[in-house]
């Protein structure tokens, strides 16, 4: 089968065995790749039920039919669960070098369930599987895991946890050769309560494609694209940081745990030129990814000084600058790298630290009840202090270690309205404020709040223009509720196939969709046309939602948090908040869901999840 | 109010005026430095028969030269922005946000964007004082 290795493998740490099985072409088709074809699995094979922590629980390592193909961008993989922080869907993509070199030995996704006695790691090398003692690698933080398990093999490719994901830190992250993150929705806990500390894969059996003249000729249309496109430019000179100029003028920027809306000397201090002009080492990229859209950062010398490593990205700079009101982005950057070696998502970290140092100003906590630390705005020596406190859940940073929902369940009634979360996920860096669609885009994602689930920064925020696709305006206005609806819908049925397909969202921006759409018939030889893409993004997302609905999710779940109701007093956004019983009532008609926010029997009928349907309607 | 027609010297000179009189402007574009220059792809069935060159120079919140020019010229510019006549008439309208033509590949730009990037906040305002002109547009006029 082009584009696919044509294999799963299926490790259960419990009985210490590994096997592998295989999918029909039709299943591939229908659910593609990814975390599409996960959810597929998920449903059909495994009990809802468990707690996220439980050995039941899957772990899925999945690619999409494109990763392997040297196409632009098509590094990306996704891993699954249900989530330790949320409890209902969980996962998150991330782009590097373990996604293709998995495909070359020889599998299109590992499932890992059981949990082992004592910690392992898994080695995956040219189809061969095999679970081995991780001996002293448990309790070393994630840079130092990948710098031994390299050594041994420079090209070997590494995921790995750190201390945060032994820990069940809700929010820890799993560490993809140092420099990519599978950050949201806490996976890395996952990774830890299997006793599973590493995963290393090497192959040299490329995946075939169906058409490679064909693919030659559209993957040059790609390369010239990218030449010519402004915001692949702009990633390449800025990283996505490139976003915080702009966004402090949009009313993008959240600012002091999201209760300001402009402070320019700070987007100034923190912003991708600055970044450029000043720790920035050089640019790096994905595999096979000519934009180059990773920072590497050093800081030479004084307090925070940090060795040349990988640099934060635009979200980064948010919840460890502008969030927390730190100035210094040399101190940005090296909060990023302790998230990166403990193993924490730096959206969920920061988010909960700018939650805590809230909490601390309106006197809801103390000093005492915060392990003596002074949580006051802008105090890094505290941020670094409590971040290894969470990654070890050392007293205050245990409660700290549940992610902003559970710690504010914790703290008291009066600390709930700092929680700036749907679903238990930490808002990403993008207020709703300035833009309503963002606002019902965090409410609708499947894993909680998510800004990548979808193209609806991209679309409503103006940087692409998709004609050709559906109906769509060049400019929108971001404060307005009206039309938003069906801006998200397209959105999600677009944006949601890089997850399935497995190239990055950015390169959905880069890239024509005719380019993307032809690069996809001629690796896998199916012939989609664009009402086919649409179609598969609208199966995604509904059975996601179908997932979250059998554990539980209904309308009730679909609210922004307090803070994002509540206007800002300046900035662009200000005065401005979305309309959220017009933006769901008219989402929920659009697709397909009932009053509750259950999916329709129609609908799963309609998009062929007949299990789902049995499943939800008791058939 | 007098109607200029658009991309002309007349309409340039009334669109330096609006900068030059912006206290607001001074003070946004403090830090720019350098030249922009503009061009406007010919379009026959629009009244654009040939491109139009237009050559505008700014340095911290001041405004100097500002007129219609040759091709040459306009690649002397540090920031040379080209686009086809309706989008920027739609820019010009403020019906598309110059940034977001931009992303869009609907203009395109030569010179440092990590530039432009920092300076938005200067780019938005002198295309906000141009939406204060008065246009006749050459296929409207
Ligand atoms: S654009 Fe950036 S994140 Fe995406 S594949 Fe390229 S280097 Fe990786």
Redesign the interface.
Known sequence: MNGYAGKFLEVDLTKGTCSSFTIAEARLKKFIGGSSLAAALYLEKYNLHTDPLAPENPLMVMNGPMVGSGFPGTSRFAVTAKSPQTGIWGEAACGGNFGPELKRAGFDGIIITGQSKSPVILSVINGEAKISAAGNLWGKDIYEVTDICKAEDKGIKVLAIGPAGENLVKFAAIGNDKAHFIGRTGLGAVMGSKKLKAILVRGNQPPGKANEEKYKEIFKAAIAEIK????A??LH??GSD?AM??GM?TGDVPIKNWTLGED?ELS?KL???TM?ETYLTKAHACANCPVACKRVCAVKDGPYKTEEGPGPEYETCCTFGTMIMNYDLAAVIKANELCNRYGMDTISAGATIAMAMELYEKGIIDKKKADNLELTWGNMDTVFALLKKIAFREGFGSTLAEGSLKAATQLGAKAMDSAVHVKGLELPMHDPRGFHGMGLAYMMSNRGACHLQHAAMGME?????WPQLFEMK??YDGKTSQGKAMLVFNSENYGILDNSLSICHYLLYCLKPETIRDAFNAITGFNFEFKDFLISGARDWTLKRGINNLLGVSAKDDVLPKKILTPLQEGAGAGSIPDMKLLRDEYYAIRGLTANGIVSEEKLLELGLPELRNKLYKK | MTGYKGFTQEWMDAWKEKIAGSKEYKEIAKDWEGSVSITVNADPSKNVPEPVYMFTDYWHGDVRDFFICDAAKAQEAKFIMTGDYARWK?VAKK???A????????L??RGD???I??N??TI?KVIDLLTEVNTIFPDEG
Do not use: C, I
């Open positions: 010519d496109s402004a915001f430019e702009s000179l800025m490139a100029d702009l003028m320019f100034s912003s991708g030129p450029r925020q103006g940087m692409v223009s060049e400019d | 739609q019906e598309l946000d940034t977001k033509a931009l992303m869009q590949g609907k395109k730009l964007l990590t530039y990037v920092r938005v906040k938005n």
